[in-house]
T-cell receptor, first 113, second 110 residues
Framework: SAVISQKPSRDICQRGTSLTIQCQVD?????MFWYRQQPGQSLTLIAT?????????ESGFVIDKFPISRPNLTFSTLTVSNMSPEDSSIYLC??????????FGSGTQLSVL | KQEVTQIPAALSVPEGENLVLNCSFT??????LQWFRQDPGKGLTSLLL?????REQTSGRLNASLDKSSGRSTLYIAASQPGDSATYLC?????????FGKGNQVVVIP
């Protein structure tokens, strides 16, 4: 199993600013995943973060808007840049793939005014 | 592209009743299916993981079945309790892709 500490748990931000979300895992993992969950919608994968290489972004998501860092095997950050109200969502980090259980952080509920 | 649908989107049941939540998916070439629980504004907690070769998994009051050929899974929660109130999501993994449903929002009325 894995325990993931994610922070902040929630934030209210002004349009045009940036927010960095942090995830710390209690064990070393190769890949970490960042998801967005818009109100009333299912989870959408933003990107996969590998240690030592550039993150891989899904269609519709770009590095300038969602820069990701992965400095070691237990930590990653996601920044939501130049925010607009459309970025109001829950952001989640996750570990575990390849036919095994998934573990999620507690989520960051972001509201942009 | 895998599409995952959960029906009903929302339901309320009196305490003690059994809950039946449905998940359907369009591509039967899956590795596994997982059920999660999500509390309001929170992350996801894995409840049950069913591998593609399995028909069901059980944990306490929870039982999940998988019928790959028909693209369906059902989560049963026996003798529901107010603490079971949450949103339940299913996720299907296949072809290195993970697809989530929108969830079943459950309220158990004391």
């Amino acid at each position: 199993s894995a325990v993931i500490s994610q922070k902040p748990s929630r934030d209210i931000c002004q349009r045009g600013t940036s927010l960095t979300i942090q995830c710390q895992v209690d064990s070393q993992v190769t890949m970490m995943f960042w998801y967005r969950q818009q109100p009333g919608q299912s989870l959408t994968l933003i990107a996969t973060a590998n240690q030592g290489s550039e993150a891989t972004y899904e269609s519709g998501f770009v590095i300038d808007k969602f820069p990701i860092s992965r400095p070691n095997l237990t930590f990653s950050t996601l920044t939501v840049s130049n925010m607009s109200p459309e970025d109001s969502s829950i952001y989640l980090c996750s570990v575990g793939r390849g036919r095994e259980k998934l573990f999620f952080g507690s989520g960051t509920q972001l509201s942009v005014l | 592209k895998q599409e995952v649908t959960q029906i009903p989107a929302a339901l309320s049941v009196p305490e003690g009743e059994n809950l039946v939540l449905n998940c359907s998916f369009t591509d039967s070439a899956i590795y596994n299916l997982q059920w999660f629980r999500q509390d309001p504004g929170k992350g996801l907690t894995s409840l049950l993981l069913i591998q593609s070769s399995q028909r069901e998994q059980t944990s306490g009051r929870l039982n999940a079945s998988l019928d790959k050929s028909s693209g369906r899974s059902t989560l049963y929660i026996a003798a529901s309790q107010p603490g079971d109130s949450a949103t339940y999501l299913c996720a299907v993994e296949g072809n290195n892709r993970l697809a989530f449903g929108k969830g079943n929002q459950v309220v158990v009325i004391p």
